[in-house]
């Protein structure tokens, strides 16, 4: 199975910032990426848009999705309003399939942060979403906006949390069963190997 995680804006692109202490959106995703990958690389092959804080164009972003032959893409954000919003969700370009992995991400969101508006599953039309070949989400983790969800996603275990919640509805799209064996180290090496081109 191949996933491509997508961390939203990067580089001059911060995308939205945090009110209470000037986060950018463009790091606090790509941290969840980050994550994200080192949980899934143990059971899926990973593939990036971006590893660190530089831009890559939404074209760019589906481009190499699609001509990786990704089966899914997961692309992370965290939103803004100009009202005091609050709350998680997920968007999805309509299809059943990226509507099951949709459903499946959000419900061990909310499952992992009941305490958090659920502003639930809904369909969209963003560019990755549109121009991806494959099964692909949008979520937003929560609002940058909002003081206290601000404060709250500047945490790191708030993130390590999220990135575990979008791991384990992925793995659930697949049928994975966490209990089952890891990659050895020479699997690993191999699939690092070949990412890398060596």
């Known amino acids: ?28 995703v790509l941290d969840i990426a980050l994550r994200l990958r080192a949980l899934l690389e143990r059971h899926v092959e990973v593939q990036m848009t971006r590893e660190d804080d530089t ?25 803004s309003a100009t009202s005091d919003a609050s709350g998680f969700e997920v968007f999805t370009s309509g299809s059943t399939k990226s509507k099951d ?5 959000w419900s061990r969101h909310t499952k992992a942060f009941p305490d958090q508006k659920d502003r639930g599953v809904k369909t969209a039309g963003f560019y990755v979403l549109k121009h991806s070949d494959m ?18 996603v500047s ?16 793995l659930d799209y697949f049928n ?8 050895t180290i020479e699997e690993r090496v191999d699939r690092l190997e070949a990412r890398l081109g060596i």
């Open 155 to 170: 945490l790191d275990e708030t993130r390590q949390q999220m990135a575990e919640a979008i791991g384990q509805g992925i």
């Open 1 to 28: 199975m191949k996933v491509t995680i997508d961390a939203g804006h990067g580089g001059e692109d911060s995308g939205a910032t945090g009110s209470l202490n000037g986060y950018f959106e463009s790091h606090a």
């Open 55 to 79: 831009f890559t164009s939404l074209p760019e972003r589906c481009r190499m999705a699609n001509e990786w032959g990704a089966d899914i893409l997961v692309s992370l954000h965290l939103n």
């Open 176 to 183: 994975i069963d966490t209990n089952t064996p890891e990659l």
């Open 101 to 105: 992995l949709a459903k499946r991400v």
């Open 135 to 152: 099964p692909a989400v949008l979520t937003e983790g929560c609002f940058l906006s909002n003081d206290a969800e601000n404060q709250w």
